[in-house]
């Protein structure tokens, strides 16, 4: 019966030909054209209570010391209608990423091709980063160099077959099916359908993007608006709940962007994450905020960021060693992109 399945969800995707928060509503040109993309960054992060243990997000865990966050190579080729990427990355962000890998595996971000039969369709086959979610695993990416709740317990990648789908004017689609979350190679049979529903505004200033992942034991739906208010400010939502086993976790983040100028810009992220039930192992709630200044000197991006965590329960410590609901930590981190 999953043999069934399968074949008609490849027939269905073959009959009708998005990467996170990504428009593919523009028609496909054939070209061929090689981009590099080349970036590292690095950063301090000192928490209050001087305790790694306080950090209970992706890709910040250290305390008073200096750390290579990712070293990372990106080479997209596109041939006519064929195109592929391979992404390559070094350090603690790419080890979590693919922490279910090993050896040399941990250092491949991503690595698919694509081929886009029409202006429609476009299917792709391989390991890419997740759909779900407003936040992306290169620093580069993100305005806040530290990542959310929703982000670190949420699915980093997907590796199986999709197909993604222009609807007309500004609004797309993607259906695929997928290996179980944040696996290159399981050992089991269940797979994962993985769906996108996105549309904007004739002049792009709100776009929406609905987000879905459904397996055996797991679903996640995941809302992202992008509001542009005015040439300097914008204000971001992303959303999610997620359904393990009979429990779920939940996550609501809110995320406002002033840019002065093109030299200097700051970003607040503010974060209500609930896992009471204990579905994504934290077992209370949380209410984070996250202040950063990105300074832009040419290719350097240098990001001082504050950020302060507190808890319905005690589950950090403080500089006692005694069980808080509070915790904070102050980090400087430097992004330089080729």
């Known amino acids: 019966m999953k043999k069934s399945i399968l074949s008609s969800i490849v027939i269905l995707l073959s009959v009708m030909s998005l990467n996170a928060q990504s428009d593919t509503t523009k028609p496909v040109v054939s070209s061929n054209t090689t981009t590099f993309t080349t970036y590292i960054d690095g950063y301090y992060r000192a928490d209050f209570a001087g305790l790694q243990s306080n950090n209970k997000t992706s890709f910040t865990n250290s305390n008073n010391a200096l750390q290579l966050g990712m070293a990372s190579f990106k080479v997209d080729q596109t041939l006519g209608k064929f195109a592929g990427t391979l992404d390559l990355g070094v350090g603690k962000r790419a080890d979590e990423f693919s922490y279910n890998d090993k050896g040399l595996a941990t250092a491949v971000k991503q690595a698919y091709v694509s081929f886009a039969p029409n202006s429609v369709v476009k299917f792709t086959v391989g390991k890419w980063a997740t759909h779900i979610g407003y936040e992306l695993l290169d620093a580069y990416s993100n305005r ?179 069980s808080s609901t509070g915790a904070g930590n102050f980090l400087i981190a430097a992004v330089y992109k080729f």
């Open 144 to 322: 806040n160099y530290s990542m959310s709740y929703g982000f670190s317990y949420g699915p980093f990648f997907h590796t199986g077959l999709r197909a993604d789908i222009s609807l007309g004017g500004k609004s797309a689609m993607m259906l695929g099916v997928a290996e179980p979350t944040d696996f290159t190679n399981a050992k089991v049979e269940a797979k994962m359908i993985i769906a996108q529903f996105s549309t904007a505004t004739k002049d792009d200033k709100l776009k929406a993007f609905l987000n879905y992942q459904g397996g055996k034991d797991k679903t996640q739906f995941d809302l992202v608006l992008n509001g542009v208010v005015t040439s300097q400010f914008g204000i971001n939502y992303d959303g999610t709940v997620c359904n393990l086993a009979g429990t779920s976790w939940t996550s609501n983040a809110v995320y406002f962007n002033y840019d002065p100028s093109a030299k200097i810009g700051f970003a607040l992220r503010s974060e209500y994450f609930n896992d009471t039930k204990g579905a994504a192992g934290v077992g209370t709630s949380i209410f984070q905020n996250t202040l950063s200044v990105n300074f832009h000197l040419n290719k350097f991006t240098i990001i001082p960021e504050l950020r302060l965590d507190n808890a319905a329960d005690k589950v950090f410590v403080n500089g006692t060693n005694v």
